[in-house]
């Protein structure tokens, strides 16, 4: 009987029940999701080195057998790990320092192969950073050290080696690669110059080069996006056209007082983005929007022109931040804008009496208050409006998809603008958000400040509290941010609680304010608006006030070691000064060692959010930054957004053709991507379910 895709693993020869509940741990329970199941890393052995030829200070990759091997304990007691390994030209040996540990899993006779420098050290001593076992005793070999190839490294789990799988892999993989079928169009898969899916398994399973094996992976990330940007099309569908959107009228009544009034002239990309906003909520499609913009780009001014065409066409627009101190600041700047206009925005908080949240709904409810910035309190089902036209969420990440919802839920499909102070890469931005058009805005209003970047060594930090009593002094504020809240023995970091009590006595006699993710948010928020209100002269905090509230007199911002926080991190932390017109200054303290003051380099020479995003990108990898988005089933796997931008965009854009051409999917030529989203994401399914 012919092997097939939807055979159980169990089944497949050299598996059996033990190690069919080993790859279940892994997701891997058919054979087709073994034939997904891909190295997760690769060692090139294609330069593989004769043990006799391994020269003192060369880097070799070797491979030979284990002929013997000893734990040596040291003065130091450091316990070693050492190996002796045999091949046809010589012997080496082998030392692992601090890593007794592989005497459990190396044993004699078993065929390694090796990868490190060569050093001398009573004779040549191979130090390897990476090593895999290739055969155990008795077995045929892998690698008889004289042809070369990539060796396939499999993510294992207990029970179950990478050896194994490999094995496993190598005695399946043509049988099912023959069962594949391809569902992409031959056209994108000539476009993208990516082989057929069953050739691209053998070059990722089976690579002969490197160049083989990523060629082999973009063909799977193209399908990987192209499920994906399907999925996000089928949903920006179903949200512009279920139901028609409102059809606003430009009536140049109160966005032109708006214009003409303003104290300071638009951006570039200001004026651009308010042109999108205005062509969508003109269109009869909904509004379904996303601007993304870096700290101080002047997003609030950009929301508020939409605000106002929604009120000039007597429908509500409703403002919704995540913090009670975030709604108080945007209130007060739609305040500002709006007072020549004679319109005064209502402002929803929890921390209202009663009677005056009873009041504001009442107003709300009987259509007397066009304009309402608020916080969770919208969203309750007290909470009812007239007649709502336009949705602004500020930070929209910060809040759930169900908190969003229900908002929008308030009214008959309103427009809706969700917005975002964390810049992130285009390809990311099109992977989370494809669903959303999107505007950016990356000018800096003319009046802001500059903050220069500088570093500090810790035995400077005498000179830097003179900095900031100077600072405060002179009538300015500052903030001392530290990554952890409280010390620990076994981490040499400064606290910011500890820190917080030796600056109070060093600053006398500055004000110093804490400020933490573990404070109860009533007392947060009493801290935070004491440093807003000029009261305290120091913040000190932790990344609780990385999206957070604007202080023009701050100018200084301290960061203690920096090297434990993300480029994107750091530079939202930047981002809280500058906010005024006085010069300001970003320190970092750090000892200034390896590559973690490459990467701090590369972020105090650009203040671009955007280019600092991609620099995060590249460093920290995908997963971290696209899984809590996919909650419908997208993790993914083989795409690399970082390298591969251009796979993005030609799977976005042939997603939105196929989806305004057949948004169901239900064509002959269609139907197998239809299918394929079924089997494999829930989400896919959700969405293609529904007419």
Known sequence: MPLALDTAVQFLRGVGPRRAEAFGRMGVRTAEDLLYHVPHRYLDATTVTPIARATVGAEVTVVGRVVSKAVVPTRRRLRIFRAVLRDDSGVVECAWPGQAFLDRTIRQGQQLLVTGPVRFYHGRQLVPREYVILADEGDE????????L???VYPATEGLSHRVIRRIVADHLDALVARVEDDMPARLREEAGVPTLAVALRMVHRPETRREQTTGRRRLALDELLDLQLVVARARHLAKHRRSGITFTVRRELTTRLKDGLPFRLTAGQRQAIREIMADMTGEDR???LLMGDVGTGKTVVALFAMLLAVENDYQAVFMAPTELLAEQHARTISALLAPLGQMPEVLLGRLSAGEKSAIRRRLAQGNSPIVVGTHALIQETTAFERLGLVVIDEQHRFGVEQRAALIAKGEQPDVLLLSATPIPRTLALTLYGDLDISTLTERPAGRGNV??????GSERRALYALLRDRCAAGQQAYVVYPVIEESERVDLKAATTMAAELAKRLVPVSVGLVHGRMKPEERDRVMRSFRDGKTGVLVATTVIEVGIDVPNATVMVIEHPERFGLAQLHQLRGRVGRGDQPSQCILVTEGTGGSYARLEAFAKTSDGFKIAELDLRERGMGELVGTRQSGGFYLRFADLAADADLV?????????????????????????????ERRYERGMELFRVG
């Open 452 to 457: 220069e970047t500088s570093f500090r060594a």
């Open 150 to 152: 990539i060796l396939p």
């Open 287 to 289: 509004m379904h929007r």
């Open 649 to 677: 965009i030609l799977a976005r854009r042939e997603a939105m053709r196929m989806i305004e051409e057949d948004p169901l999917l239900e064509s002959a030529v269609h139907l197998p991507l239809r299918r394929r989203l």
């Open 141 to 148: 070999p892998e690698h008889d050290g004289a042809e070369g």
